[in-house]
């Protein structure tokens, strides 16, 4: 008898808004997870299908807006024959608090997934205060 766990494939999750779109189209939350350490939060965004130049992510009172468009891959003179993979676009937010460095934040994507960095502010990070001898 096996202790492995069978893997999940997980569908795309659309965003239940409760605001009205100002854009036609479907907008999907894209899964994360979020890991840390002593001296930085890593935040790790699958969006599978978006190109670099196709993401955005902003930052505006202590909000933290990421967003991407899976855009058709299909050429002008191409017709679609079967489409399993939706297209639309990606957005999610996080508030932010004052122990990220918010001006070192950094961003890198590959391979479909979107990794941001988010170092802590100095005053958050733990440190070791040593005792003398008297």
Same mark, same amino acid.
């Given at each position: ?68 468009? *899976? ?27 004052? *122990? ?12 479909? *997934? ?16 040593? *005792?003398?001898?008297?």
């Amino acid at each position: 008898m096996s202790d492995s766990k069978e893997l999940q494939v997980k569908d795309k999750q659309e965003v239940a808004a409760p605001a009205e779109q100002t854009r036609s189209g479907v907008v999907f939350t894209p899964d994360v997870d979020i890991f840390e350490n002593d001296k930085e939060i890593t935040l790790l965004a699958d969006m599978p299908g978006v190109a670099s130049e196709d993401i955005a992510i902003d930052l505006n009172d202590n909000v933290l807006s990421i967003s991407g468009e *899976v855009k058709p891959f299909e050429e002008k003179d191409e017709s679609d024959v079967l489409i399993e993979f939706e297209i639309g676009r990606y957005s999610r937010q996080f508030t932010l608090s004052e *122990v990220i460095d918010q001006g070192k934040i950094e961003a890198k994507h590959q391979d479909g *997934v979107l990794r941001l960095t988010l170092p802590k502010a100095e005053k958050a990070v733990p440190r070791q205060i040593a *005792v003398n001898a008297a």
